[in-house]
């Protein structure tokens, strides 16, 4: 029982469950206030799409943000996910 509720009974397809209540999420690290090593990203991500404009959009409603310093010029958008984590967006093309 977690949370004061019964966990639900295991699905008929043989799959394994994992139930969990907020007070069980840790919090997201926050963006300059790192415990180097232990909060370094261990990979970066680069995302191409064919409309890269409705992308980012897209991308901010979802609630990443856009720094104001983007390296890329016009090849490539820095955008930070929620936990301040960055990743590049840019052109299939």
Do not use: Y
């Not at 069980?24 to 990203?41: H, I, N």
């Not at 959009?57 to 090849?75: F, I, N, Y």
Request: net charge negative; glycine share 8%; aromatic share 4%.
């Amino acid at each position: 029982m977690r949370g004061g509720r019964p966990a639900p009974p295991p699905p008929a397809n043989g799959c394994t469950t994992s139930t969990t209540d907020s007070s069980d999420v840790p919090e997201p690290p926050t963006r300059g206030k790192k415990s180097r090593p232990q909060d370094e990203l261990a990979f970066h991500m680069d995302i191409t799409f064919d409309d890269v404009e409705a992308a980012e959009k897209r991308l901010l409603e979802l609630g990443a943000t856009k720094p104001a310093h983007q390296p890329g010029g016009d090849h490539w958008t820095v955008l930070l996910d929620p936990s301040g984590q960055p990743f590049c967006i840019s052109s299939a093309r």
